[in-house]
């Protein structure tokens, strides 16, 4: 057990720096939104996607922060964040066994612990993806853990302050970590040091709201209108049985599929075990609340159409926290032979869960491979386009699109988002839709679809980037034949400017494979934007 001790540490941070060089090559769309706010951050453009418009595209005010300072001091976004986001995960990995050690689990049980969640595949897909995703959860597992195993009362209070800080400027969920967190430590610290630190925390996050509505106009993040949770705004809209309906869903489509990524029922026993045999344990009402917290948000939030589960990972932490105080606090009722028995049937289950884990991760890395996830997980042909746009467009020209993070990091352009994740009036459209973002796209709830075409096709873009499978033979210049996109409210964009736009140039969404050779991007120009 002595050599497992040590180890299985070393072994579970070796995990995570393969799988990170493995995906080093892949960075999500998603990080390009954030890379443009940084970069005009930088320039003195102020905090904005499209100068002079005020918008909060993005979703980590802390990460932007840091990726514009790196930005300004010359460094390119795109490789620090990667090494920001690996680093973040090592550290993840190492503060979780180091909070199981202080609070005197046995080493080797802590080993196992440390390794289940190495091997978790969506920590690896998004530890080098450009993402805030690693560093939220590095946040998380740090405010939950770490500061009630901090002895000396000062101590504890920065370590209490900085997690409040912190946790909600990384991710907009983090409110709700935070907030369960000061109630509880209201409750177990009645230090004066531990109230001043509360109190300084949550004025710095008030100071942080007052200035986020006075430039943005809005108390929270575009997001949050563009990507409503369908369970409220069923709720909301008085449709109490659709509203369960879809409760029920998310707790089928998210929920389940997340806990099932964490080991499922041998990980929520050893919860249980913890929660009925570790009351002594201060860390484990944090962890507890921490992982609430979570559960909640991966209820209330929309279906994702990342790989993984990335509004679940942050939280497996303090989840598997609990599953190892679990497991420890049956080792101790347990000693002899039974004891040893169940112990090493544990470990069998622990070991075989990381094998299967790593499985899965690998079928990840094959699927990004072979091009069969979604494409904005890999941004390399966003990158492509952006580059000719750049190099192609007119000061002032404005692009239609869905994907809209490398194309606009890479060319400068003005974007006009479909999704409406930067383009507010688009977001006001899908808030109270019927039908989620999916349902809009092909046309199942059409009279939101249309809505949204009426938009677009009135802001007269002078180019539009949409998606085919299709063959095409048209030369550039030459008009582009109707009902050529892959969904429906492309096509019907379309049909609504189609006659004022041309053909301009074709990009091959994976120009090394023969048999994805007509799934492209097609970059349409309005005829009386004769590119630069």
């Known amino acids: 057990m002595k050599k497992l001790a040590w180890a299985l540490p070393v072994l579970s941070l070796l995990v995570v720096l393969f799988w990170g060089i493995l995906w080093w090559p892949y960075t999500v769309d998603d990080s390009y939104i954030t890379y443009r706010y940084s970069l005009n951050t930088a320039k003195g453009l ?96 740090a405010a939950a853990l770490l500061p009630a195993g901090t002895a000396a009362p000062g101590a504890r209070a920065w370590w209490i302050g900085i997690g409040i800080v912190t946790v909600p400027l990384l991710r907009p969920e983090g409110i709700l970590v935070a907030g369960l967190l000061t109630l509880l430590w209201v409750i177990q610290y009645r230090s004066h040091e531990a109230r001043l630190a509360l109190l300084a925390a949550w004025l710095v996050l008030a100071g942080w709201f007052v200035w986020r509505f006075s ?137 075989w869960w990381c094998v299967w884990s790593t499985i899965q991760t690998g079928e990840y890395l094959s699927r990004h491979g072979q091009g069969t996830v979604n494409t904005a997980m890999n941004a390399e042909v966003y990158e492509r386009i952006g580059k000719w746009l750049g190099e192609n467009s007119r000061p002032g020209d404005r692009l239609l699109a869905y994907e809209v993070g490398a194309v606009a990091y890479a060319s400068g352009i003005y974007i006009i988002d479909q999704h409406g994740l930067i383009t507010p009036d688009v977001a006001r459209i899908v808030q109270w839709a019927e039908g989620d973002y999916r349902e809009i796209r092909i046309g199942k709830d059409r009279q939101t679809m249309d809505r949204i075409v009426e938009y677009c096709a009135a802001q007269r873009p002078e180019w539009f980037l949409l998606r085919t499978i299709r063959p095409l033979a048209v030369a550039p210049g030459g008009p582009v034949p109707a009902g050529i996109a892959m969904d429906a409210m492309q096509n019907a964009v379309l049909d609504k400017i189609g006659d004022s736009m041309v053909f301009a140039e074709a990009f091959q969404m994976r120009p090394d494979s023969p048999h994805w050779k007509d799934d492209r991007y097609l970059l349409l120009r309005r005829r009386d934007a004769a590119g630069g």
């Open 46 to 141: 102020g905090a904005v996607f499209n100068p002079g418009e005020r918008v909060e595209g993005y979703s980590s005010p802390l990460w932007m922060v840091v990726l514009a300072l790196t930005t300004w001091a010359g460094l390119d976004p795109v490789p620090v964040s990667k090494v920001l986001g690996l680093g973040a995960a090592l550290a993840l990995v190492w503060i979780f066994g180091a909070a199981l050690r202080r609070w005197g689990v046995e080493p080797w049980i802590a080993g196992f612990a440390m390794l289940w969640l190495a091997t978790t595949p969506t920590l690896h897909v998004y530890s080098s993806s450009g993402m805030e995703t690693l560093w939220f959860a590095l946040a998380v597992a």
């Open 215 to 351: 430039y943005y106009g809005a108390w929270l993040p575009n997001t949050f209108v563009a990507k409503p949770s369908p369970i409220i705004r069923t709720f909301a809209g008085g449709h109490l049985g659709f509203g369960a309906f879809k409760l029920f869903d998310s707790l089928r489509d998210n929920l389940l599929p997340a806990l099932a990524e964490q080991g499922g029922t041998l990980a929520l026993f050893l919860v249980l075990a913890a929660l009925a045999l570790k009351r002594e344990v201060g860390a484990l009402w944090s962890a507890a609340l921490a992982a609430a917290a979570g559960t909640f948000f991966v209820v209330y939030a929309r279906s994702d159409w990342m790989l993984g589960f990335r509004f679940a990972i942050p939280f497996a932490a303090p989840f598997l926290f609990l599953a190892a105080l679990g497991a420890d606090g049956l080792r101790e009722r347990m000693r002899g032979p039974k004891g040893r028995g169940l112990g090493l049937l544990a470990a069998a289950c622990v070991s």
